[in-house]
Every structure is written in structure tokens, then in C-alpha cells.
């Protein structure tokens, strides 16, 4: 006997109901996040000073990690009170 349409609807309902995929995993945190910069020229050489360092010690790093370095060295205190204010010399946009 054929089955009625409504039977293989429902049927294909279950089965649909039965497949529907998963949530997916949360994405894996990049170790990284990539941002965008502008730096000074006086920022830049900087950068490539810590590079030249880096390379006399027998470490050739980019200039990213020549950043990541600048970053993780930097003390924490009044000085970047002071440095902020060369910045935003420095800049010249007037955005600050």
C-alpha cells in the first residue's frame, strides 16, 4: 500500500529534524590580532633601532616583534603622561 502524502511529510520532517547540524565550536582564539598603525617617522626608527639591537644580540626580529618588544619593556608610569603629549605633537592631525 503507498504511503500517504502526508505520512512522507512528516516522515521527512523527522528525518530533517533528526540531521539538522550542530552548533559549530567557537572559532580558536587567534594567538594574534592584526590591527593597523601609524607610526611617526621618529616611531618607525625607533623600531628599527630596537631591530638593529636585537640582530647585534643575535636575534633578527621583525618589526612587529620589534613593537611587541617596545610594548612589553615600556613602563607603566607618569613618563607616558609626558610621551602622550609628544605624540599628539608629533601627529599634528589634531584629532587628540
Not at 56 to 79: M, N, W, Y
Request: net charge positive; hydrophobic share 35%; glycine share 6%.
Amino acid at each position: 500500500m503507498a504511503k500517504k502524502p502526508d505520512d512522507m511529510l512528516t516522515r521527512l520532517t523527522k528525518t530533517l529534524e533528526d540531521t539538522k547540524p550542530t552548533k559549530a565550536p567557537d572559532a580558536v582564539r587567534q594567538k594574534c590580532r592584526k590591527i593597523s598603525v601609524s607610526l611617526h617617522p621618529d616611531d618607525e626608527a625607533y623600531a628599527n633601532a630596537i631591530m638593529g639591537y636585537m640582530i647585534g644580540k643575535g636575534h633578527r626580529v621583525s618589526f612587529s616583534q620589534a613593537i611587541k618588544l617596545a610594548l612589553r619593556t615600556a613602563t607603566i608610569d607618569e613618563g607616558l603622561i609626558d610621551a602622550l603629549e609628544q605624540i599628539k605633537k608629533d601627529d599634528g592631525r589634531g584629532k587628540w
